[in-house]
T-cell receptor, first 114, second 113 residues
């Protein structure tokens, strides 16, 4: 069974640009969540999508957005990149609302803003 | 506001020893407490989880102890092995919060021979 696939694995962008990250969840998983991981702030929740609807949103500025497609694949977009957006962006999928099953995380996209 | 506090930040344990990582939470609405293990270059992986209706849960060498009144929970790794060297995160979520997890700051564990 394939795991959570995130593309690209590494990305270097210039301040002010925008970026789109992609996540393909485990087949059959309808919930996709995104997290930002940095050495200083740890793992911070960005947002969660379930059946193409945003169900939850973290405390990030509006420059961070996401969406989910009918096949459960998800994308997140960051506009007007800032140096502080450099981080590992992790996508996690879950079968439904059953928290007992837990998330399965992808290996992440390492974004560097220069 | 940090809702889940984790300690220690780093930990060195001898092979065969017991590794203990502690977490404390503030939000009494939290009702699901998982632990994740992360190796370099990988995403976190679910290790073990507990709900507040039990005080302890054991899976192999990994045990969660939960103290509801103190709002604290801990991970014990028995017979620690070099392969356990990783970063460990505690987390919490609440009913009605979807799958959103609030994570602790992480503990970097090194198991030495």
């Amino acid at each position: 069974k394939a795991g959570v696939t995130q593309t690209p694995r590494y990305l270097i962008k210039t301040r002010g640009q925008q970026v789109t990250l992609s996540c393909s969840p485990i087949s059959g998983h309808r919930s996709v969540s995104w997290y930002q991981q940095t050495p200083g702030q740890g793992l911070q929740f960005l947002f969660e999508y379930f059946s193409e609807t945003q169900r939850n949103k973290g405390n990030f500025p509006g420059r961070f957005s996401g969406r989910q497609f009918s096949n459960s694949r998800s994308e997140m977009n960051v506009s007007t990149l800032e140096l502080g957006d450099s981080a590992l962006y992790l996508c996690a999928s879950s079968a439904a609302t059953n928290r007992a099953g837990g998330y399965t995380f992808g290996s992440g996209t390492r974004l560097t803003v220069v | 506001q940090q809702q889940v506090k984790q300690s220690p930040q780093s930990l060195i344990v001898q092979k065969g020893g017991i590794s203990i990582i502690n977490c404390a939470y503030e939000n009494t609405a939290f009702d699901y407490f998982p632990w994740y293990q992360q190796f370099p270059g990988k995403g976190p992986a679910l290790l073990i989880a507990i709900r507040p209706d039990v005080s302890e849960k054991k899976e192999g060498r990994f045990t969660i102890s939960f103290n509801k009144s103190a709002k604290q929970f801990s991970l014990h790794i028995m017979d620690s092995q070099p392969g356990d060297s990783a970063t460990y995160f505690c987390a919490a979520s609440r009913a009605g919060g979807g799958n959103k997890l609030t994570f602790g700051t992480g503990t970097q564990l090194k198991v030495e021979l």
